[in-house]
């Protein structure tokens, strides 16, 4: 049956989900708070380039900017941004102003639905943001209106998984409302859903995920930074190790975005709530935050050896991940502006980057293609961000942009096959 559905928080996860249930014919009530992003998406414009024209075009959503016109809808789903604040705390502001929005939207009302997709720790959705639904609605969750967890797993820029194809999670407080909610989001992926045991069993699962993913990459990171003293490149390493049958597929790198760089301190505030210290995963944390430190050092220690004075520094990618937008805690910022507070000279080529946004943040113009360099030669390009795009950059390419004896910083280990030293420039990679 066609439900009457609202989604608050219209991002990365809640445009795609809204027109997700939108082709399958549900009434989608989509509200954000930023007047912008409405404003873009009512002209069928989605700036995470999540969502084409075609799309927004053609399936019929409404896009509010107001709460009131949500009041009709039987289920509400949240997917608020959950980020942490400068002591690394979860920061759930979002999730409280959504809560109280929806409960004000519940007042005399029986059955409804409430599902939170944000990422959370274990007990979140029910102790914090259904007791703020009942303070604002008057009513009792698991009795007048239901609470549901459905955690997003979806990977900006990756399109081998997407809303259709990655296994859902669902829990509710009620095992029929489980089973409504598991039909609902079933007709978006051929019914690949998982009806975890209940709420907080999902939010734990949701929230180890990523913290698993953050520890593995923090291990690839540390024996980076050893192997590094000694000349081994991980790489190369990794090719070696990677024939074993059971050694997992991780490799070093700046872990940033909104997820693996955010949700494991989200694990952590929990632990420490419970009186434990959280060692393993706050190691993690501490390791992957130094990264961009470990590698300015490389370069400025490289480039020193090449010259005393500052250097240009040509930075290929800057978003937090390749092929994406989003620039959202990227530490490939934090390590542009400690290369910018050693005094060298910097410039940036991204193709998805928003150039208003290297401005405002890094006080850099960004050009989106390396032809708009117009032939001029640099100290050192790093490569920090593989996108699809800096695949057409061939070693002649590459070798056009340096100075001589210039040097090539491959964080990716992008060219590392192809950059022999015969090929006239200075190669260094993780
Ligand atoms: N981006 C991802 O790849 C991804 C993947 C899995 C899970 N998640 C989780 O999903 C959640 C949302 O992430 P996102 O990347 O879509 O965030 P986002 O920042 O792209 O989108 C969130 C949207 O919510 C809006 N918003 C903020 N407060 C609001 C409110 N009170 N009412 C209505 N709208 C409000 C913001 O304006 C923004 O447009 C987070 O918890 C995140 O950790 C994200």
């Keep these: 049956m066609h439900k009457k559905v609202a989604i608050l928080g219209l991002g990365y996860v809640g445009l795609p989900l809204a027109v997700a249930l939108a ?3 549900h009434e989608v009530f989509g509200y954000d708070i930023h007047q912008r992003r409405i404003d873009e998406l009512r002209r069928n414009y989605d700036r995470t380039l999540e969502v084409d024209e075609a799309s927004l075009d053609k399936y019929p959503l409404h896009f509010l900017d107001t709460v009131k016109d949500m009041a009709v809808a039987d289920i509400f789903i949240i997917t608020v941004p959950t980020p942490i604040d400068d002591q690394n705390k979860p920061d759930i502001t979002a999730l409280q102003e959504a809560s109280k929005t929806v409960g004000s939207l519940l007042k005399n009302t029986q059955g409804k639905i409430v599902i939170f997709e944000s990422t959370v720790y274990p007990g979140l959705t029910e102790n ?7 303070e604002n609605s008057g009513l009792v969750s698991g009795k007048d209106f239901f609470l549901a967890y459905a955690p997003e797993r979806m990977n900006p820029g990756d399109k081998k998984h997407h809303l259709k194809n990655i296994t859902k999670v669902v829990a509710a407080q009620t095992e029929k409302v489980a089973k409504e909610i598991a039909q609902l989001y079933g007709q978006l992926n051929n019914h690949n859903v998982f009806i975890a045991k209940n709420i907080p069993t999902a939010e734990a699962a949701k929230v180890i995920e990523n913290a698993q993913r953050d520890i593995n990459i923090a291990f690839m990171n540390e024996v980076t930074m050893i192997f590094n003293e000694m000349d081994i490149s991980i790489y190369d390493v990794l090719d070696a190790a990677q024939t ?7 490799t070093p790198g700046l872990v940033g975005g909104h997820c693996i760089g955010v949700d494991p301190y989200y694990l952590a505030q929990c632990a420490k709530n419970l009186g434990y210290n959280p060692d393993v995963i706050l190691a993690g944390r501490r390791i992957n935050n130094n990264m961009s430190h470990f590698i300015v050092q ?11 004075k500052t250097s240009s520094i040509l930075i290929l990618g800057v978003t937090f991940k390749e092929n994406v937008p989003d620039m959202r805690n990227s530490k490939v910022q934090d390590l542009i502006l400690l290369l910018k507070e050693a005094g060298h000279d910097i410039a940036i080529v991204d193709p998805l980057a928003c150039p208003e946004k290297t401005k405002s943040c890094m006080n850099i113009s960004l050009l989106k293609k390396i032809e708009g360099l117009k032939g001029k030669t640099y100290d050192a ?6 996108h699809d795009d800096f695949k057409a950059i061939s070693i002649t390419d590459l070798k056009g942009l340096l100075k001589e004896n210039g040097q090539v910083f491959d964080i990716k280990g992008f060219w590392r096959k192809a950059c022999l030293p015969e090929k006239g420039f200075n190669y260094w990679c993780l």
């Design 23 to 25: 082709k399958k014919g």
């Design 128 to 134: 914090i943001c259904g007791k703020i639904i009942e």
């Design 244 to 250: 074993k049958w059971n050694f997992l597929p991780f």
């Design 298 to 308: 490389e370069i400025k220690k490289k480039l020193k050896t090449s010259s005393e």
């Design 381 to 386: 390009v790093v490569l920090a961000v593989s």
